[in-house]
């Protein structure tokens, strides 16, 4: 789901005083030679605005000519509106840092001048530039800012932008009916100004604070409304992120020749715009699809794709640069008042000179000290020139040492980024193998189950693997030893041999399976008394006689009925060299309609955190399990992965974490 509604951000919230004119009209005014220059910046300043959605070069060239004529003018508020206008073009561009730098320097000249239009503009700006990079808590701060400025000065149009912005940061934070007041209050303000742009963000972001509440039908009819407008607008950026909101909800419902055509046409128009943002759930939906239609070649390159626009997106938005930016301009204000200061205290100072020389004149004693003074000054000069030069020689000697540094430290980083890219490639090699979300759906029926996968590195020794064989269907969830490469490794090695026991061998037992892979394993990797493998479950679901049975090494899984934890009988042993050796024990499910089957790797209940930097243990994950057993399974993933992030809050993660739920 893409909820970040960010483009239209930037055009509702700056103050643009536009004409009514036509673009070929606004030309043959520009043209005229006797037009005021304060005329003239007005249309070029229109003609950009037009020119903004649909061909940005047309936009530049027409914000650079206002600009020249912005800074002959002297006026302030002309200059914060091209400032803005600016920013404007560098955020559509998604040059992120040169869009905040334009916006500062607005927001310093409207403060410094007391415009409270400009100063709520280039507020409610910068923080929609946080709201696009994903930096809700500082997004948050900027527009509340702008939101008291737009209440204490009554601009109504301001106000429709920033309940705009609101509805979205408070999707952001999951509060969904917060999201949807403010949505409806933007949409009613802009429905009155008959602002097409305006209207048609509202329905977008209305759209989405309607998928966050599960009420996909009314999301749908608000995503439809969001792209016809966008169409009439000729907004491209929106007609793309629509188009991929409703494809998404046409793949959740399975129509997949209408959610096909939908995503092929916001990847037609976001490759046009360069919007990589909405490009990367683009190519991973259309990746998706071709997967569950078995087209595997159309699957990988959009794979592909998807994973060559995330690395670019990590790339040019650096959220430390913009950090970095706003430091640099909350400096700048400081020195600009220290020099306020400094000017007045140089005053004063001039002031009790020319007193001092009537006083000289007239006293010879002091003109004795002033000479003894100015030789002393003279002494104290020789000082501080000789200090300089020694100074400036340690400095000429440790800058040669930075350098030497900075090229160690370009080396390693250079080694440091190829290794990341080998392992970035591994960490696609193992998703593939993973039980992908479809198969899944396939199986065990949509909303009836959820995973929790989160790796403590790139890549994980933990997996959750699936396969049907012979109205069989088999689901693992396991975790081999070590993590991060080496556990990626154990956990390949360990799906190959299952797949080799169920599709190969023709095992269907899950404790055979069991037995078969240990056999592997020990055969393979431990010749040198070496105990790698893993721990795990393997559930297998007989779809004729929906008969389920189960083998486990040291790993119990639970199921919760009527509110009461079943714990579930295991074998404590590993699959793999271990102290035992003995058969795997076939262990059956009586499941009840009603009960949550629940399958877990270790990573969960080992990790440190809390108020006294404790193990979570396995017992206040069992009862956290059984508080969430009654809401839906797709929030419970939500829920347990807040609560771990909560837990673990500034410690690391000590091991990759694997939870499987199952209604049955």
Same mark, same amino acid.
């Given at each position: 789901m893409n909820y970040k509604k960010f483009i239209l951000f930037i055009f509702i919230l700056i103050a643009n005083s536009s004409y009514s004119a036509s673009k070929d009209s606004l030309f043959k005014e520009a043209a005229d030679p006797n037009m005021t220059d304060s005329t003239r910046f007005f249309i070029y300043y229109d003609l950009a605005w037009d020119y903004l959605y649909s061909n940005t070069d047309s936009a530049y060239m027409f914000s650079k000519k206002a600009f020249v004529l912005a800074k002959k003018s002297g006026s302030p508020t002309i200059q914060t509106k091209i400032l803005n206008l600016m920013g404007s073009y560098f955020q559509v561009k998604g040059d992120y840092v040169k869009a905040i730098d334009y916006y500062q320097k607005s927001l310093n000249l409207g403060e410094s001048k007391k415009i409270d239009e400009a100063v709520l503009v280039a507020l409610g700006n910068i923080g929609a530039i946080y709201i696009t990079i994903g930096q809700n808590n500082k997004a948050l701060e900027y527009q509340l800012k702008s939101l008291a400025i737009a209440e204490k000065i009554d601009n109504t149009n301001k106000l429709a932008s920033i309940y705009n912005n609101l509805s979205l940061l408070y999707n952001n934070f999951l509060d969904f009916n917060k999201s949807l007041e403010y949505g409806n209050k933007s949409l009613e303000i802009y429905t009155k100004m008959n602002d097409v742009n305006g209207i048609c963000s509202a329905y977008g972001n209305i759209g989405n604070a309607y998928m966050g509440l599960n009420n996909t039908e009314e999301a749908l009819k608000n995503f439809i409304k969001n792209h016809e407008l966008a169409i009439l607008a000729g907004n491209p950026y929106e007609e793309t992120t629509s188009?991929?909101?409703?494809?998404?909800?046409?793949? !959740?419902?399975?129509?997949?020749?209408?959610?096909?055509?939908?995503?092929?046409?916001?990847?037609?128009?976001?490759?046009?715009?360069?919007?990589?943002?909405?490009?990367?759930?683009?190519?991973?939906?259309?990746?998706?699809?071709?997967?569950?239609?078995?087209?595997?070649?159309?699957?990988?390159?959009?794979?592909?794709?998807?994973?060559?626009?995330?690395?670019?997106?990590?790339?040019?938005?650096?959220?430390?640069?913009?950090?970095?930016?706003?430091?640099?301009?909350?400096?700048? !204000?400081?020195?600009?008042?220290?020099?306020?200061?400094?000017?007045?205290?140089?005053?004063?100072?001039?002031?009790?000179?020319?007193?001092?020389?009537?006083?000289?004149?007239?006293?010879?004693?002091?003109?004795?000290?002033?000479?003894?003074?100015?030789?002393? /000054?003279?002494?104290?000069?020789? /000082?501080?020139?000789?200090?300089?030069?020694?100074?400036?020689?340690?400095?000429?000697?440790?800058?040669?040492?930075?350098?030497?540094?900075?090229?160690?430290?370009?080396?390693?980083?250079?080694?440091? !980024?190829?290794?990341?890219?080998?392992?970035?490639?591994?960490?696609?090699?193992?998703?593939?193998?993973?039980?992908?979300?479809?198969?899944?759906?396939?199986?065990?029926?949509?909303?009836?189950?959820?995973?929790?996968?989160? #790796?403590?590195?790139?890549?994980?020794?933990?997996?959750?693997?699936?396969?049907?064989?012979?109205?069989?269907?088999?689901?693992?969830?396991?975790?081999?030893?070590?993590?991060?490469?080496?556990?990626?490794?154990?956990?390949?090695?360990?799906?190959?041999?299952?797949?080799?026991?169920?599709?190969?061998?023709?095992?269907?037992?899950?404790?055979?399976?069991?037995?078969?892979?240990?056999?592997?394993?020990?055969?393979?990797?431990?010749?040198?008394?070496?105990?790698?493998?893993?721990?795990? /479950?393997?559930?297998?679901?007989?779809?004729?006689?929906? !008969?389920?049975?189960?083998?486990?090494?040291?790993?119990? #899984?639970?199921?919760?009925?009527?509110?009461?934890?079943?714990?579930?009988?295991?074998?404590?042993?590993? /699959?793999?060299?271990?102290?035992?050796?003995d058969p795997f024990t076939l262990n059956e499910i009586n499941a009840q309609k009603g009960d949550t089957l629940y399958l877990y790797t270790d990573g969960y209940a080992d990790q440190f955190g809390g108020p006294k930097g404790k193990k979570y243990k396995y017992k206040q994950l069992n009862e956290q399990l059984l508080a969430n057993s009654t809401l839906p399974l797709s929030n419970q993933a939500e829920t347990l992965f807040q609560n771990f992030a909560n837990w673990k809050g500034e410690l690391e993660q000590v091991d990759d974490v694997c939870l499987i739920g199952i209604r049955l």
């Amino acid at each position: 789901m893409n909820y970040k509604k960010f483009i239209l951000f930037i055009f509702i919230l700056i103050a643009n005083s536009s004409y009514s004119a036509s673009k070929d009209s606004l030309f043959k005014e520009a043209a005229d030679p006797n037009m005021t220059d304060s005329t003239r910046f007005f249309i070029y300043y229109d003609l950009a605005w037009d020119y903004l959605y649909s061909n940005t070069d047309s936009a530049y060239m027409f914000s650079k000519k206002a600009f020249v004529l912005a800074k002959k003018s002297g006026s302030p508020t002309i200059q914060t509106k091209i400032l803005n206008l600016m920013g404007s073009y560098f955020q559509v561009k998604g040059d992120y840092v040169k869009a905040i730098d334009y916006y500062q320097k607005s927001l310093n000249l409207g403060e410094s001048k007391k415009i409270d239009e400009a100063v709520l503009v280039a507020l409610g700006n910068i923080g929609a530039i946080y709201i696009t990079i994903g930096q809700n808590n500082k997004a948050l701060e900027y527009q509340l800012k702008s939101l008291a400025i737009a209440e204490k000065i009554d601009n109504t149009n301001k106000l429709a932008s920033i309940y705009n912005n609101l509805s979205l940061l408070y999707n952001n934070f999951l509060d969904f009916n917060k999201s949807l007041e403010y949505g409806n209050k933007s949409l009613e303000i802009y429905t009155k100004m008959n602002d097409v742009n305006g209207i048609c963000s509202a329905y977008g972001n209305i759209g989405n604070a309607y998928m966050g509440l599960n009420n996909t039908e009314e999301a749908l009819k608000n995503f439809i409304k969001n792209h016809e407008l966008a169409i009439l607008a000729g907004n491209p950026y929106e007609e793309t992120t629509s188009a991929m909101d409703i494809g998404e909800i046409y793949f !959740k419902n399975k129509q997949i020749s209408l959610a096909t055509s939908y995503f092929l046409k916001a990847q037609k128009i976001g490759e046009e715009i360069e919007d990589n943002t909405s490009l990367r759930n683009v190519y991973k939906n259309l990746s998706a699809i071709y997967k569950s239609t078995n087209n595997l070649k159309k699957a990988l390159e959009y794979n592909d794709k998807y994973v060559a626009v995330i690395e670019e997106l990590t790339t040019s938005t650096s959220k430390d640069e913009l950090h970095k930016k706003e430091i640099e301009f909350e400096f700048n !204000k400081r020195a600009v008042r220290d020099s306020i200061r400094n000017a007045e205290g140089n005053l004063l100072k001039d002031e009790k000179i020319k007193a001092s020389k009537t006083q000289i004149e007239k006293d010879r004693l002091l003109k004795i000290a002033l000479t003894v003074g100015f030789i002393l /000054v003279f002494i104290f000069g020789i /000082v501080i020139f000789n200090r300089f030069r020694i100074i400036k020689k340690q400095k000429e000697i440790i800058e040669t040492k930075s350098k030497q540094t900075e090229e160690q430290k370009a080396i390693i980083e250079n080694k440091n !980024k190829e290794i990341t890219d080998s392992i970035n490639y591994a960490k696609r090699i193992q998703y593939t193998l993973l039980a992908h979300s479809d198969f899944l759906t396939t199986h065990l029926g949509t909303d009836k189950y959820f995973t929790l996968f989160h #790796p403590k590195d790139i890549v994980s020794g933990d997996f959750y693997w699936a396969c049907e064989h012979d109205n069989k269907f088999f689901l693992t969830v396991c975790d081999s030893t070590g993590h991060g490469v080496p556990g990626a490794f154990m956990s390949l090695l360990s799906i190959g041999f299952l797949s080799e026991a169920i599709n190969e061998k023709l095992i269907f037992q899950p404790d055979k399976i069991f037995n078969y892979v240990r056999e592997r394993l020990i055969n393979s990797i431990s010749k040198e008394e070496q105990k790698d493998g893993f721990d795990g /479950v393997i559930l297998c679901i007989d779809k004729i006689t929906n !008969k389920i049975t189960y083998a486990s090494a040291n790993n119990s #899984p639970i199921i919760i009925r009527d509110g009461e934890i079943i714990y579930l009988p295991k074998d404590k042993m590993p /699959v793999g060299k271990g102290e035992r050796t003995d058969p795997f024990t076939l262990n059956e499910i009586n499941a009840q309609k009603g009960d949550t089957l629940y399958l877990y790797t270790d990573g969960y209940a080992d990790q440190f955190g809390g108020p006294k930097g404790k193990k979570y243990k396995y017992k206040q994950l069992n009862e956290q399990l059984l508080a969430n057993s009654t809401l839906p399974l797709s929030n419970q993933a939500e829920t347990l992965f807040q609560n771990f992030a909560n837990w673990k809050g500034e410690l690391e993660q000590v091991d990759d974490v694997c939870l499987i739920g199952i209604r049955l």
